[in-house]
């Protein structure tokens, strides 16, 4: 996950990606981003078992980051962005690696498939910058099967990322946009009203965000200790809900 100079474009509410889709990977680049980015894969994909060849959906795909994962891990794969350029860079990567994506330019709050088309449909970094994402989370659950699966990766409001990024907010900081941190009885809440059961979750990143080689040698330490002690604040959440079989 990039921790997001950028957001995401909706109709209500709009932050573009377009200005630094170019720069955007680079975060992966650093040793902080590296570490983070393996922590948050292993809570997204420790909620989903992708099966070969399922049809996977990335709502806000980006530059297509879970795109290539899903699609290493045997998935064929769509997604969608509100960003001409975020689409047009995670085509290229896909494509480089040898592998076919369907990837549109979209609107999450009106995703263009039918109902029932995927058996997972994934978000990340996404509903913190939308204004409405029940609406977002209602179109996930539309078009996944009954029985599939809906997971979103989100920001944690109780943490001391979303603390440092609103404290940058609040001080006029360039890099950083409005965001409404979510918490997971929020998420489960969204989830649940439209539907989902069986929920589960995880969380990761339980470490300040310091970007320097010797205190990453620890972050693992940390990231342990925070597991164990106090769970529910990690910097970022992954939430799993399965679709009810229609009766």
């Given at each position: 996950m990039v921790w997001a100079e950028e957001g995401i474009s909706t109709r209500n509410k709009t932050i573009s990606f377009d200005a630094k889709a170019k720069f955007y990977d680079s975060w992966y680049q650093t040793p902080l981003g590296a570490l983070c980015d393996r922590l948050e894969k292993e809570?997204?994909?420790?909620?989903?078992?992708?099966r070969e060849s399922e049809c996977v959906l990335d709502v806000g795909c980006g530059t297509g980051v879970y795109l290539l994962e899903l699609a290493q891990r045997g998935a064929q794969v769509a997604g969608v962005d509100s960003s001409p350029n975020m689409i047009e860079i995670a085509q290229h990567k896909l494509a480089g690696a040898g592998y076919?994506?369907?990837l549109k330019l979209a609107d999450a709050e009106a995703l263009p498939f039918p109902d029932d088309t995927f058996d997972t449909a994934l978000s990340v970094l996404l509903l913190e910058f939308v204004a409405a994402p029940q609406k977002i989370i209602k179109e996930m659950f539309r078009v996944i099967k009954p029985g599939g699966r809906l997971v979103i990766g989100t920001l944690n409001k109780y943490s001391v990322w979303a603390l440092k990024r609103s404290l940058l907010t609040a001080l006029g900081s360039s890099k950083h946009v409005r965001a409404t941190y979510l918490t997971r009885r929020y998420?489960?809440?969204?989830?649940?009203?439209?539907?989902?059961?069986?929920?589960?979750?995880?969380?990761?990143i339980y470490f300040p965000p310091v970007d320097n080689h010797?205190?990453?040698?620890?972050?693992l330490f940390?990231?342990?200790?925070?597991?164990?002690?106090?769970?529910?604040?990690?910097?970022?959440?992954a939430v799993r809900a399965n679709k009810l079989f229609e009766p």
């Open positions: 809570a997204i994909f420790s909620l989903i078992s992708v076919a994506a369907h998420l489960n809440s969204l989830l649940l009203a439209e539907g989902g059961r069986d929920l589960s979750w995880r969380s990761a010797f205190f990453l040698r620890a972050a940390l990231e342990n200790i925070g597991h164990r002690v106090l769970p529910f604040s990690g910097a970022f959440l």
